[in-house]
């Protein structure tokens, strides 16, 4: 009879554990990409963003346009994940290398549990500094 509670709450984190990398996945494919309308769809209503020396926090529209102008201009060829991990506040995050024609830039991300599941709160692309 114990068994049962244990293995209700095993599915409920199996559940929560395989949502946050569903769109972990989408969000590394739509950087990788350089798919901004797909990556848009992951973002919080206002996002903290940073591309290049452009940093604030923005809504999710302006959030669009922004990356969308970085994408044209750096033409991505791939994100590869280097480092992930949990922050004191208990969001996800993960740190990655994101091949352009211009270069690599380092791309750092936090993902948020909300009411409608994960979505992108920080979004950081910077020049990569050899660190990754």
């Known amino acids: 009879m114990k068994r049962i509670p244990l293995l209700v709450l095993s599915v409920l984190i199996g559940l929560l554990t395989h949502g946050q990398a569903e ?3 989408q969000v ?12 848009a769809k992951h973002l919080q209503p206002n996002v903290d963003l940073t591309v290049l020396s452009t940093s604030d926090v923005y809504s999710k ?6 990356l969308r102008k970085f994408f044209d201009e750096h033409d991505p060829q791939g994100l590869t994940i280097e480092h992930e991990g949990v922050s004191k506040l208990g ?3 993960y740190i990655g290398k994101l091949r352009t024609a211009r270069g690599d830039m380092r791309v750092t991300f936090f993902l948020k549990q ?15 500094k050899g660190d990754l």
Not at 30 to 39: K, T
Not at 61 to 66: D, F, K, L, R, V
Not at 114 to 128: S, W
């Open 114 to 128: 909300g009411a409608g599941g994960y979505q992108v709160k920080q979004l950081r692309i910077e020049p990569a």
């Open 61 to 66: 529209a302006q959030s669009e346009q922004i």
């Open 28 to 39: 590394v494919a739509a950087i990788g990409s350089g798919n901004a309308p797909a990556l």
């Open 91 to 93: 969001d996800r995050y």
């Open 23 to 25: 769109v972990k996945d």
